[in-house]
DNA sequence: TTTACTGCAAATATTTTGCAATATC
DNA sequence: GATATTGCAAAATATTTGCAGTAAA
């Protein structure tokens, strides 16, 4: 995914946005930005509270909220739609890709597509100009569905 | 949309699936039904809420979250993502269209879309059995755009 | 030195839960 | 009459806000 050489980069340009921007380059931010790029996926302000906590580095849910805030004006991070009752933010770069998500562990799969971008990019909506988009879909997952034929074959013989 | 006439009609297989479940038939089931079926989008619990009030008909929260419940385990509405805070629910008819959503008035438009049916109907993901989807677009209206490009025009003249 | 940022604590918003009274079947 | 449902009140969860102390520039 991320890695170190490819994080100090993206560090440093967060520096010199930070700076452009007026806003100040603090401890707190760098560790939050390093922990989101650590993110494969969606997370919550909860999820992230927990791995600052984790890795010794323990802030405040206000300044969570508040780096998170500053790396959506950037355009570092989207708010996405779980359907769970807290927000879930996510990494620009992975919002490109579908969302496989099974209705049954809650699980969400991130999958290139590169026809569907095709597809998208060839696409216009009347009286709409597009910026990005989100294409998530609900389903059942390998794995579940053989839990759930497994469980079947149990409940059947358990009945003789 | 839904006419008096449909909504009846939807009313009454209403009744028989929660017979059909031992579950009840409540009043206020059925006036919630109702006001659901006049949402032409998305919709929270609190909007439900005021809604019913306005009609003169205030039920709790708690029964409003029961209900949705009831209308989720039937497969009648689905929880759908907004990035808000609150949960938005959705009846399962609209979720087959597109939705727009403006990043500056945050208004969603929904437009049914045949060509993408068709290209959904025919993907395939791996090791994923699918159920239904959802594609939202985000970008700018053109009501936003052209609201925005007055704004610049007095800027402009402003600074003159 | 200036003032943006952090973190606390409190306010607000949203959702869930326990339970007594009630209404459906 | 049995019990599912309602609505209240309280708990749990999530997000926002105000402000004093702190630290970046």
Request: proline share 1%; aromatic share 10%; with cysteine.
């Amino acid at each position: 995914m991320t890695d170190q050489q490819d994080k100090s980069v993206i560090i440093e340009r967060f520096s010199d946005i930070l700076k452009g921007k007026g806003k100040r380059k603090t401890p707190e931010r760098i560790k939050i930005l390093e922990k989101v790029l650590d993110f494969k996926k969606l997370f919550t302000v909860e999820q992230l509270y927990q791995v600052m906590l984790n890795d010794d580095f323990p802030v405040s849910r206000s300044t969570l909220y508040n780096t998170v805030d500053v790396l959506m004006e950037i355009g570092w991070l989207r708010k996405m739609n779980t359907g769970e009752s807290s927000i879930a933010y996510e990494r620009v770069e992975q919002t490109a890709q579908i969302h496989l998500k099974c209705e049954h562990c809650g699980k969400i799969k991130l999958v290139k597509d590169t026809s569907f971008m095709a597809y998208m990019n060839a696409r216009k909506f009347m009286a709409f100009t597009t910026s990005y988009y989100n294409l998530t879909v609900y389903g059942v997952c390998n794995d579940c569905a053989r839990r759930i034929k497994q469980l079947k074959r149990k409940q059947k013989s358990d009945k003789k």
